[in-house]
């Protein structure tokens, strides 16, 4: 009798074990849980869409993420800077978009690393961390201090895919406006992201050097201002006469020595300046 009291009790105490541990709530998966809130917190500070870390991004997503954040970002290359080692690791920057047609770039990957150097059209996926630049009321979105890869080759020419004027081959262009570096200056100031269709012929003062003698050698071209004496223009990474690299520092403008220079307009929005980029020293007296 004690024995049959005793087992009923047991049961009893099993039974309502059994419907506690089952009343329990179930706790939710951490990253979902992570996932919905923060997309509602998005929703309520102006509509960013939250990506889950560690999630390849489109760059329509990332430029809608909060500076600081960790991203994996993919897309096409619509403007590529040249390559460089100067700071150890051979790093590059490039505009890059969703759209492989398009002549404008939604995001800028900034001076990440690369084992080969990217060009226009190229599908790459950009590993790094948002930091916003603004400058005159014009924010750009940036991916800094990662990496850069090529998943899929476009079919973009030399110098990055760019067709700049300069490259250092000798190709003498035939098509090229006459402006003054007043009249340089207004067409370039609307293109914040690549260069202008047209080449342009811009004649001036040398006012200053900017390339290292070492550096002028070792990468064939030179960064120097040309001034009309109230207007500058900056040439940059320009080649020399008869568009073929410099091969030694001496060769290099000089300040006073009157340029002429055959190539793209672009404007410089970190520098606020305009430039006529990757062209050639036409003339130099």
């Given amino acids: 009798m004690k024995t049959t009291k005793f087992m009923t009790a047991l049961m009893l105490v099993a039974s309502l074990a059994f419907v506690a ?3 329990k709530n179930t706790p939710e998966d951490p990253n979902q849980q992570g996932t919905e809130q923060g997309g509602e917190q ?6 960013e869409t939250v990506i889950p870390t560690g999630s390849t991004m489109t760059c329509a997503e990332a430029a809608q993420q909060a500076e600081g954040t960790s991203v994996t970002v993919e897309g096409y290359v619509t403007f590529a800077y040249d390559a460089s080692d100067k700071f150890e690791n051979l790093q590059q920057s490039a505009w890059l978009s969703d759209d492989a047609s398009a002549s404008k770039g939604t995001v800028q990957a900034y001076y990440l690393d690369v084992t080969e150097a990217v060009k226009k059209g190229d599908k790459v996926r950009a590993t790094g961390t948002i930091k916003f630049y603004e400058k005159d009321g014009e924010k750009t979105v940036e991916i800094v201090k990662g990496k850069m890869e090529i998943i899929e080759k476009g079919n973009g020419g030399g110098n990055g895919g760019n067709d700049y004027a300069g490259q250092g081959d000798g190709t003498i262009q035939t098509d090229v406006t006459n402006v003054t570096i007043a009249e340089a200056i ?3 100031k ?3 992201t690549g260069k202008s269709e047209k080449f342009y012929r811009v004649s001036g003062t040398v006012k200053e050097v900017k390339t290292k003698a070492e550096d002028l050698a070792k990468y064939g071209n030179c960064d120097f201002i040309i001034t009309d004496g109230t207007n500058e223009i900056t040439c940059f ?3 020399n006469v008869g568009n073929v690299k410099f091969t030694s520092s001496d060769q290099a403008p000089k300040k006073g020595q009157t340029a002429t220079v055959v190539g793209q307009l672009m404007w410089y929005s ?3 300046v305009a430039e006529v980029a990757y ?3 036409e003339e130099l007296k």
């Fill in 186 to 188: 207004e067409i370039a």
């Fill in 279 to 281: 062209g050639y020293i």
């Fill in 237 to 239: 990474r320009t080649y």
């Fill in 42 to 47: 998005g929703g309520e500070q102006g509509g």
């Fill in 270 to 272: 970190k520098g606020n």
């Fill in 190 to 192: 609307p293109i914040t």
């Fill in 21 to 23: 541990c089952n009343n």
